[in-house]
């Protein structure tokens, strides 16, 4: 069955350092995967988008790699500050319907 | 303005109550959808509208009726609810439903209890 894996846990990390996140899928193909971020009781809001030819997007202090091999794509967040602090869901569409799906999330808590 | 409103932002009701969830978009998007959201769980696709016609219904309960009375507002009808719809319900839209364009522009939420 198709699933997307992001790491339950909580990633704790200092201000300043580089946050890394993961979302892991399995028997997808898509031809886009998407980041969110979410505030607690609030809708997400689309951060980056990257296509299934891409390997890498940047935006300011995100980064976003895309491996259709490993089926696997990796959020950074440089230079993290306490207001990145957010839950950050993956999303990526389901092949035969171009509504994406999403991921649990993953929070991410910045302490200064 | 890219911004989705969603009222109320609150709502309690009985599960003998009727209600009604409003989403409003002016982007001139054509892809609308409701999502409903459990605390820790992903968002789940409920409805989308494509062009003012309903495109997708995820097999949700009739107690839920969905429209859209024009392109820029979609309502969500509640009748006869359960505990268990108690979540966050989420409208979005996009500018359309193909692969033209996949960034959805979410409203804030209206998070219902059902008692």
């Known amino acids: 069955s198709q699933k997307i894996e992001q790491n339950s846990e909580a990633l704790n990390i200092q201000e300043g350092k580089t946050a890394t996140l993961t979302c892991n899928y399995t028997?997808?193909?898509?031809?886009?995967l998407q980041w969110y971020r979410q505030d607690p009781g609030r809708g997400p809001v689309f951060l980056l988008l990257?296509?299934?030819?891409?390997k890498e997007k940047r935006k300011e202090r995100l980064k976003v790699t895309f491996d259709t091999t490993l089926k696997q794509s990796l959020f950074h967040i440089t230079a993290s500050q306490p207001a990145d602090s957010a839950t950050y869901l993956c999303a990526l569409d389901s092949g035969g319907s171009y509504i994406p799906t999403f991921g649990r999330g993953t929070s991410l808590i910045v302490h200064p | 303005d890219t911004e989705v409103t969603q009222t109320p932002k609150h709502l309690v009701m009985g599960m003998t109550n009727k209600k009604s969830l409003k989403c409003e978009q002016h982007m001139g998007h054509r892809a609308m959808y409701w999502y409903k959201q459990k605390a820790k769980k992903p968002p789940e696709l409920m409805f989308v509208y494509s062009y003012e016609k309903l495109s997708i219904n995820e097999s949700v309960p009739s107690r839920f009726s969905p429209e859209c009375p024009n392109s820029s507002l979609l309502n969500l009808h509640l009748h006869a609810l359960q505990p268990e719809d108690s979540a966050l319900y989420l409208c979005?839209?996009?500018?359309?439903?193909?692969?033209?364009?996949?960034?959805?522009?979410f409203g804030p939420g209206t998070r219902l209890t059902v008692t």
């Open positions: 979005a839209s996009s500018q359309t439903m193909d692969r033209s364009s996949y960034e959805q522009y």
């Open positions: 990257i296509r299934e030819n891409e």
């Open positions: 028997n997808y193909s898509p031809a886009y």
